[in-house]
């Protein structure tokens, strides 16, 4: 390849300190940014832990619910690929405050879906809403960060994506069910935090001036074929296909196997599954802290078999939901925290910082389209012709496959190179 990740480093700093100004800003923004991005998390997973009433009511299968998965996935990279570019040329809030206000209306509109085909098309343009979201509040994020910073605030904004969506969301959902009519008020409830955030955005976060987006409106945008000119891109893209599979077929799988398999009741399955969203909230955050101490390449690979064995356990051994929770808990820790490392430092520090935002939207649009949209339909064909166990063990398998393909990264983590 004509650039590697270990000789070219994004000088993401200088520009952050024209952007930002001050530390209260940087706060502000990455809580704001947080908040929106866990948002983003309940509503795309709230589906999940509904699922036994939604697959009863509107009569759906597997497949259906493999689908529905897919639906947003796909959008979602599509989305992330054209806006992380687009950003780079109109700016943050351009996106980012429609995207919030679009994804809370849509997850209310989910609410009022009569069949398969209604329930459809709400995720699919919900997936454009969160995809345009995702890689701008990255790009917002580290235009608020210094250098020293930009890991840690990267994982916090992706780590409230779990905390969000597959810790507490297990929980919120399966316990407002039982208190509301019906799963349809449950949508309805939590598309109203959304509109209050957008307002909140609206007020505090700014479009900064730097070099990187100056370059952009005066036209000197990246060519998205010229990322592929770093290796570290060509092998981010395979490996967050397999990082992203483990999060998302698991997280629509992992429901309906343990209520119909484990037979565990939905309550307890959805304190059980919170254990998959608390195990990737911390692993977004620890094992980016892990990275920059010995590198992000060990890190990524550790990740990958250490998942890969949490997983087995889950399905050849594990029985009491007590274990269960564990294993959720170390595999999603794992998968979220190489997902968090590919999409974010291992994408960005590996290109010039004005091709940044591109190579993570890139790469996480990628990563979506495949990990987000394909796999779970996949996933939903393997269930219904083997059965759920047999879904999970090709997740299993792939994630081997993860580390494999890591063994191609070049170390892009700033301590390990400077120590090189």
């Not at 969000?164 to 039982?178: F, R, V």
């Not at 209520?259 to 692993?283: A, I, P």
Request: glycine share 12%; proline share 5%; aromatic share 8%.
């Amino acid at each position: 390849m004509a650039h590697s990740g270990a000789t070219t480093m994004p000088s993401i700093s200088a520009a952050s300190a024209t952007t930002t100004g001050n530390f209260s800003y940087e706060l502000r923004a990455v809580g704001l940014l947080a908040a929106g991005f866990g948002l983003v998390g309940l509503d795309r997973w709230l589906i999940m832990p509904l699922a036994p009433q939604i697959m009863h009511d509107l009569r759906l299968d597997y497949q259906d619910l493999g689908n529905l998965g897919a639906a947003i996935g796909l959008s979602w990279g599509v989305f992330a690929i054209i806006m992380g570019r687009l950003s780079d040329r109109v700016g943050r809030r351009k996106i980012i405050i429609p995207a919030v206000i679009a994804f809370s209306l849509l997850s209310g509109v989910s609410g009022l879906a009569t069949g398969f085909a209604g329930l459809f098309i709400a995720r699919l343009l919900m997936g454009v809403a969160e995809g345009a979201y995702c890689p701008t509040s990255y790009a917002a994020a580290l235009d608020a960060s210094p250098a020293s910073r930009r890991g840690i605030n990267l994982g916090i904004i992706q780590g409230a994506f779990a905390l969000g969506g597959l810790a507490l969301g297990p929980i919120i959902a399966t316990q407002l069910a039982a208190i509301l009519p019906s799963w349809r008020d449950v949508f309805m409830l939590v598309s109203i935090p959304g509109l209050i955030l957008a307002f909140m955005l609206w007020r505090a976060l700014r479009d900064p001036v730097n070099p990187g987006l100056a370059a952009h409106h005066e036209g000197a945008s990246p060519n998205w074929l010229a990322l592929f000119a770093y290796r570290n891109i060509c092998v981010a893209i395979p490996a967050i296909f397999c990082s992203m599979s483990g999060i998302f077929v698991l997280g629509v799988m992992a429901p309906v196997y343990l209520t119909d398999v484990v037979k565990l009741d939905s309550v307890t399955m959805g304190f059980v599954m919170s254990g998959f969203g608390l195990g990737g909230f911390l692993g977004q955050i620890l094992l980016g802290i892990l990275s920059d101490r010995i590198g992000r390449k060990p890190s990524l690979f550790i990740a990958f078999i250490v998942g890969a064995a949490a997983l087995a356990a889950l399905v050849l051994w594990v029985q009491a939901p007590s274990a269960i929770f564990a294993a959720l808990f170390m595999a999603a820790f794992c998968c979220c925290g190489a997902n968090a490392l590919l999409a974010g430092p291992i994408s960005g520090e590996c290109v010039p910082s004005t091709m940044a935002s591109s190579a993570m939207g890139l790469v996480i649009g990628l990563g979506e389209i495949f990990g987000g949209g394909v796999a779970p339909s996949i996933g939903g064909a393997i269930a219904m012709a083997g059965g759920l166990k047999l879904t999970l063990l090709t997740v299993d398998v792939v994630l081997v496959a993860g580390a494999a393909v890591t063994l191609f990264l070049r170390e892009t983590a700033p301590r390990i190179v400077a120590r090189r």
